[in-house]
């Protein structure tokens, strides 16, 4: 079989490669939060301008029509050009936000705000989860209440990723508390300026503050910025969710061939670490893990740039990839003990950022149990795990007090 870029793929490929090396600045130099996300709507409008932003999308959209292939080797290209990061920083804005206006919205809704996403004009958040309320995304106590044209909305939620540099949010919230849990929900656009709407940054370990809590107080919500029906929140939310799995499964490299190299470079024993057979055998092993995945993924990008929205399968490439990641960043780091302090010590803490961050992986966009539940239930078939409260009111099932 002959994976080689066709005549078409390799001028196609050329002309992203040309484009973005005429086009790539420097976003390292100022890598506050803040500033960061200057550079990733810039590095969107750029992107918009040159016609290479959104191509998968309709053109009316601000898209470029174009084929699921070309929207692989642009990103092939970006990744190469090391201009990645800023569209992994959109992901939840392209990738799950304006995928999920983009199936369940209106035409109001798509024409008021794709075309804003699309010049970089709109970052996005994603106001699903809460304090008691992650894995159990039905189980929200976020209410909204309707009042008029506009609808109320008091809670909390948590864990809310770049909140403070976001112009609006996915929200799903319990209209109606004596309906069963999954059916007394409704999703909402919401305005991070609104009045009522608080952010309060998360401090983490590292210094930063990637997430957030973010509180309602007497929020107000038009009607025009609901999401599908009254009472549908949870169809609505699946898709959010399903296009997150995949979202997430293909913006995390699977390192192989910079374990490759730091194999090649590390010595071991007499000679370097790479001629080594039990290093040999591990990276072998990875090879079959990261091709498998990387076709995968290509699979699953072909499906959405098609427009359909990614099954439970999106699961699948998610919890493979978390787990072994995780694994071979492990025997990554050991590599660089084995060099001795020269290497361990050599200031590169990007292999030591990305072991500490791979265990958030496995918990965002659903933890591995989670996925091995939706794996089993609707990808192989098994029974269902037991969800006594599944058909009882809300305000009827203890917890939810
Ligand atoms: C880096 C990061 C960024 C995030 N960004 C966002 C964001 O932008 N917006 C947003 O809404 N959320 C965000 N999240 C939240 C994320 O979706 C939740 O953390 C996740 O769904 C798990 O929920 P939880 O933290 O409440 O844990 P819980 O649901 O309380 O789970 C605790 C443990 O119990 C296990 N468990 C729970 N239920 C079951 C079950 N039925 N069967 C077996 N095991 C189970 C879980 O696997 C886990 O190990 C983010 C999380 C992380 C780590």
């Given amino acids: 079989m002959n994976f080689d870029d066709s005549a078409e793929e390799a001028s196609f490929r050329a002309a992203a490669g040309s484009w973005l090396s005429a086009n790539k600045f420097d976003y390292r130099t100022s890598r506050t939060s803040e500033n960061f996300f200057d550079a990733v709507r810039k590095w969107q409008l750029l992107k918009h301008e040159g016609g290479w932003g959104c191509l998968h999308w309709p053109k009316e959209y601000g898209g470029q029509d174009a084929a699921p292939i070309q929207t692989l080797i642009f990103a092939q290209e970006e990744q190469a050009a090391g201009m990645a990061m800023l569209s992994v920083a959109n992901t939840i804005t392209i990738g799950m936000a304006a995928a999920t206006i983009m199936h369940c919205g209106n035409s109001q809704q798509k024409q008021r705000h794709l075309p804003r996403i699309a010049r970089g004009e709109e970052v996005w958040c994603q106001l699903f989860s809460e304090p008691a309320a992650g894995s159990d995304l039905a189980g929200i106590k976020t209410r909204a209440v309707r009042d008029g044209d ?48 608080e952010v309060r940054p998360i401090k983490q370990a590292s210094g930063g503050s ?20 009254e009472g549908d929140g949870w169809r609505v939310s699946l898709t959010t969710l399903m296009n997150e799995r995949a979202a997430v499964a293909n913006i995390f490299p699977t390192d192989f061939e910079q374990v490759w190299n730091l194999a090649r470079e590390t010595p071991l024993n007499e000679g370097m670490a790479i001629e080594d057979s039990a290093v040999r055998s591990l990276l072998a092993d990875w090879h079959v893990w990261s091709r498998g995945l990387k076709n995968f993924g290509m699979r699953l990008q072909s499906d959405m740039s098609q427009g359909k929205v990614p099954g439970p399968e999106a699961s699948i490439c998610k919890l493979m990839l978390g787990a072994q990641r995780q694994t071979y960043l492990s025997e990554a780091l050991d590599l660089m003990d084995f060099g001795g302090p020269a290497l361990s010590n050599s200031g590169d803490a990007g ?16 933890s591995d149990e989670i996925l091995r539940n939706i794996i089993g239930e609707r990808v192989l078939g098994l029974p269902s795990e037991p969800r006594v409260d599944k058909n009882t009111p809300f305000n009827a099932i203890p917890t939810a007090l």
């Fill in 150 to 197: 506009d609808w109320v909305i008091n809670g909390q939620k948590v864990w809310t990723s770049y909140a403070q540099y976001s112009d609006y949010g996915i929200l799903v919230a319990r209209s109606d508390p004596s309906a069963a849990k999954h059916k007394g929900l409704t999703f909402f656009l919401v305005d991070m300026k609104s009045p009522g709407l």
């Fill in 210 to 229: 990637d997430f957030n809590e973010v509180y309602f107080d007497n929020v107000r919500i038009p009607d025009s910025n609901r999401v599908g029906e």
């Fill in 351 to 366: 292999w030591h950022f990305a072991y500490l961050r791979v265990i958030a992986n496995r918990i965002e966009g659903g």
